[in-house]
T-cell receptor, first 112, second 112 residues
Framework: KNQVEQSPQSLIILEGKNCTLQ??????????LRWYKQDTGRGPVSLTI?????NTKSNGRYTATLDADTKQSSLHITASQLSDSASYIC???????????FGKGTLLTVNP | IAGITQAPTSQILAAGRRMTLRCTQD?????MYWYRQDLGLGLRLIHY???????GKGEVPDGYSVSRANTDDFPLTLASAVPSQTSVYFC???????????FGPGTRLTVL
């Protein structure tokens, strides 16, 4: 069964600090991997998308990495801001169709 | 550009009642989706539509029905609501089935 596991489940950091979120997947065949940010009470918003051949992709202070061999991805947030407080969801697409497998998310809290 | 709108924002419903959740997109996307999000679980696909006039079952379709009479609208109907359908429901759309999915703000449904 296709699975996406994220860690940690939750994380609390101080404003200005960096953090890294992890994602391990078993989805096959692999098409791409996305990181979504979901603010409380809102729908998820795509941050990055990575395909099999991409190792690193940045979007401002967000940098995602992908190791397709070990089936692992990470999302690194630099110089965190209060507005980064949200749930970060790792999503893997199976093949070239609509099927997405969602992780349960990591709840990040950035405190002043 | 509104993107995707959902209505109602929230609803409390007695068990056994019929309920339709509305979803409208103005991006002329071909594909639309309904997901439910429950605490401790990843988003799960209920139904999808690749294009107007076609629909398909997702991971958790039981108790739900959808229709896609036109490109913009994709209503989700609970024929006879049960407490296990208490959840947050998200509608999403994408240009094609393999493209980025854009999510609506969600509908919080409580079935008593």
């Amino acid at each position: 069964k296709n699975q996406v596991e994220q860690s940690p489940q939750s994380l609390i950091i101080l404003e200005g600090k960096n953090c890294t979120l992890q994602c391990n997947y078993t989805v096959s065949p692999f098409s791409n991997l996305r990181w979504y940010k979901q603010d409380t009470g809102r729908g998820p918003v795509s941050l990055t998308i990575m395909t099999f051949s991409e190792n690193t992709k940045s979007n401002g202070r967000y940098t995602a990495t992908l190791d397709a061999d070990t089936k692992q991805s990470s999302l690194h947030i630099t110089a965190s801001q209060l507005s980064d407080s949200a749930s970060y969801i790792c999503v893997v697409r199976e093949g070239s169709n609509y099927k997405l497998t969602f992780g349960k998310g990591t709840l990040l809290t950035v405190n002043p | 550009i509104a993107g995707i709108t959902q209505a109602p924002t929230s609803q409390i419903l007695a068990a056994g009642r019929r309920m339709t959740l509305r979803c409208t997109q103005d991006m002329r996307h071909n594909a639309m989706y309904w997901y439910r999000q429950d605490l401790g679980l990843g988003l799960r696909l209920i139904h999808y539509s690749n294009t107007a006039g076609t629909t398909g079952k997702g991971e958790v379709p039981d108790g739900y029905s959808v229709s896609r009479a036109n490109t913009d609208d994709f209503p989700l109907t609970l024929a006879s609501a049960v407490p296990s359908q208490t959840s947050v429901y998200f509608c999403a759309s994408s240009q094609g089935v393999a493209d980025t999915q854009y999510f609506g703000p969600g509908t919080r449904l409580t079935v008593l």
